[in-house]
């Protein structure tokens, strides 16, 4: 993967190659960014021109993620075949075929590719005794040894404190390049001992070049660069057409209907207790991204019903459902208490909180939210 191969972001691309250039190479940098945004494809393609600059058959192995002076850490679980002590260096396989197929895609993909949507993964401890003992080796090329480490935020207190050490006393000729979605999540320690770049949504233009590549015809990938709102892979799953999307608005539909009628319906209940056993029932990654989605519905409607039709991209496959219907029931007088309640889900889903308890909570705040005059 080379700079060529990254959507937008020449200014960044430049201020990378002139730091190999200029040989003034910090020796930790955080990459900042929001999923679809290209944070891990550019740290790939800023790890092969340190490593190789242009030099093919170096680019080559880069480009295979084979490079023997390349390493990656990633979150990783338990799986059926890794049933103790995940490491990253157990998963290479199935990270290379991530990255070829889906170099922007999100956490949620990640954990699909390994079977582990149900559970949460995380950069361990083991995971830090590794980095340790691979970077106490020196460069098999002779040159620079390069660590990236993505979504950085997922370590755990033990493992950030072990790599605090490295960047410490960092081994001689050895780049860090972290790459997180959360810097608040980073210690606040490792964070003031990297170079922080912070990369924007990416521009529509970027998405829609990016998408006619594929072979998207130009209004049509003028339509999804919008609705994508700077995130490449959300575009992409849009192109796709994900069973993901089709059961998050079933799911979505179900609950606001529900809701509604239940205010001074005690039979309605029933309905919301079975929806929040449905959706409980899921993974709690599946779960945090229905929230998201959900948050992301709530804002759209709002737009909508403040005559901001032209920023509305959300569109129901659901016929019987229509936004512009449904968006007089999201105003300024409910939609902070709406916004604040699925964010507080958000934060009890992500600490491992009864997800009954949680959806069924948050539907019954709902019913009274719905009905805010």
């Known amino acids: 993967m080379i700079f060529d191969d990254i959507l937008g972001y020449d200014s960044i691309k430049k201020y990378l190659k002139d730091s190999v250039e200029a040989q003034r190479i910090p020796h930790a940098q955080l990459f900042v960014g929001n999923e679809g945004s290209g944070t891990l494809p550019m740290a790939i393609a800023y790890a092969s021109h340190i490593l190789c600059k242009d030099e093919s058959s ?9 490079h023997p002076d390349l390493h990656f850490v990633f979150p990783t679980a338990i799986t059926t075949k890794v049933k103790k002590d995940p490491i990253s260096a157990l998963f290479l396989d199935e990270w290379r075929k991530f990255i070829k197929d889906k170099p922007y895609g999100s956490l949620f993909d990640w954990y699909q590719q390994l079977g582990i949507e149900n559970k949460q993964g995380n950069i361990g401890v083991n995971e830090a005794k590794d980095i340790t003992s691979k970077l106490s ?12 480490i993505w979504m950085a ?47 924007p949504p990416l521009s529509e233009k970027a998405i829609k070049e990016g998408l006619v590549k594929r072979g998207v015809a130009e209004n049509e990938a003028v339509k999804l660069a919008v609705r994508a709102q700077g995130n490449f892979n959300k575009a992409l799953s849009f192109l796709e057409n994900t069973d993901e999307e089709n059961i998050f608005e079933k799911w979505f539909i179900t609950w606001v209907r ?20 449905e959706i409980a029932a899921s993974g709690r990654e599946t779960q945090k991204q229905f929230l998201l989605y959900c948050i992301e519905v709530f804002r759209q409607a709002l737009l909508m019903n403040y005559n901001s039709a032209s920023l509305v991209y959300s569109e129901f496959k659901d016929s019987s459902f229509k936004l512009e219907k449904f968006a007089p029931f999201v105003h300024g007088n409910n ?39």
């Open 137 to 148: 080796l020196k460069a098999f090329e002779g040159g620079y040894k390069v660590m990236v």
């Open 58 to 66: 170096c680019l080559l192995k880069c480009n295979n993620l084979s």
């Open 258 to 277: 529900s809701a509604y009628r239940a205010k001074g319906n005690k039979s309605s209940i029933h309905g919301l207790l079975q929806w929040s056993e």
């Open 335 to 373: 939609i902070q208490q709406i916004h604040q309640q699925l964010e507080e889900a958000l934060f009890h889903v992500e600490r491992n909180g009864n997800a009954k308890i949680i959806f069924t909570d948050l539907s019954i705040k709902l019913t009274r939210l719905l009905h805010t005059k």
């Open 153 to 199: 935020e997922k370590m755990n207190t033990e493992s950030a404190n072990k790599l605090l050490k490295l960047l410490e006393e960092p081994p001689q000729r050895t780049i860090f390049l972290l790459v997180t979605e959360d810097e608040s999540s980073i210690l606040d320690t490792i964070r003031s001992r990297c170079q922080i770049l912070r990369f």
